[in-house]
Nanobody, 120 residues
Framework: QVQLVESGGGLVQAGGSLRLSCAAS????????MAWYRQAPGKQRDLVAA???????NYAESVKGRFTISRDKAKKMVYLQMNSLEPEDTGVYYC??????????????WGQGTQVTVSS
């Protein structure tokens, strides 16, 4: 059974940084794309960043230049380094396994989410 466990969320002031981690188990981690989604209060869940099995990355326009997604295949971990945080970055962040090596959609396995709150 695939499990994705996020950690690293918390409360931070605007301009600060956080690093989210996602530990994957029960999956052939190296062959799938991975992604981070965000759900702000009262809004739908949106893709924030994705990384393919071979390391290509993609970001939402709102986080480009501030967030960095990475993966450690040996440890089966995915990370999201978030810098220059803004109050608009507040939400629950979810780790997501991709559907294929380079495709991410909303089907399949999700983590339980980790709360990020950015105060102004």
């Amino acid at each position: 059974q695939v499990q994705l466990v996020e950690s690293g969320g918390g409360l931070v002031q605007a301009g600060g940084s956080l690093r989210l981690s996602c530990a994957a188990s029960g999956t052939i981690f190296n062959i799938y794309a991975m992604a981070w989604y965000r759900q702000a209060p009262g809004k739908q869940r949106d893709l924030v960043a994705a990384i393919t099995a071979d390391g290509a990355t993609n970001y939402a326009e709102s986080v480009k230049g501030r967030f960095t997604i990475s993966r450690d295949k040996a440890k089966k971990m995915v990370y999201l380094q978030m810098n220059s945080l803004e109050p608009e970055d507040t939400g629950v962040y979810y780790c997501k396994q991709g559907r294929t090596w380079n495709t991410v959609d909303e089907s399949g396995y999700w983590g339980q989410g980790t709360q990020v709150t950015v105060s102004s």
